[in-house]
Every structure is written in C-alpha cells, then in structure tokens.
C-alpha cells in the first residue's frame, strides 16, 4: 500500500467528519434548561428568585426588524423592598445562542 495515498485519505476524512460536525452543531439550539438557568443566575444578581418557567418549544420572534426563534420564560423574584414582597418578570431569549433579547416587568 502506499503511504502517501493513506495519509491523503485519512486528512481528508478527518477533515470531512470535522466539517460536518461543525454544521450540524452550529445549527442546532441551545437547550431550554440551560436558557432557564442562564436567566435565573442573572436574576439572582438583583435579588432571591422563588420560581421560574419557560416553555421548552422555540417560537418565531421579531425584535428591530430581525427575525429569531426564541424561548419565552419567566422568573418571580423576591424583594424586601415592595409590598407583597415579590416581583414578576417575563423573558425572551435567543434560542440558538441563549441570549436574553428582552425582559418584560409584570
């Protein structure tokens, strides 16, 4: 056999299986639960948070013009410094990055 024809065929095949795994993972989304603790840790930042959800099914989004595919979320956080003592927050994050686009005080 010769050498030169092997070591060919093996970069090109390495090359080929790291193209193809570069596409097929730059095209999927980031998991719903990691956007729901990604949200809940930046949240915690201003105060204790007592609950949080979001719907686990990516939906279209426009924001300035642009089109996403997002997840919708929401997070109640406590705070010493209102009334009833708590405070309801809904989310829009980036599905394929993750990436919180918008966040709506209820």
Known sequence: M???AFLFGA?????????VNAAISH???VPAQKVLSHARSQFKLSGQVSGSWIHMEA????????QYKVYRGG???TSPDLEDGTEQF??????TTGT????YRL
């Open 90 to 95: 809904e989310f829009v994050a980036d599905a």
């Open 59 to 66: 939906v279209p989004f426009e924001k300035n013009g642009i």
């Open 11 to 19: 970069v090109a095949g390495a090359a080929g299986a790291y193209a």
């Open 75 to 77: 997070i109640t956080r």
């Open 27 to 29: 095209n999927m989304d």
């Open 100 to 103: 919180i686009l918008d966040v």
């Open 2 to 4: 010769n050498w030169k």
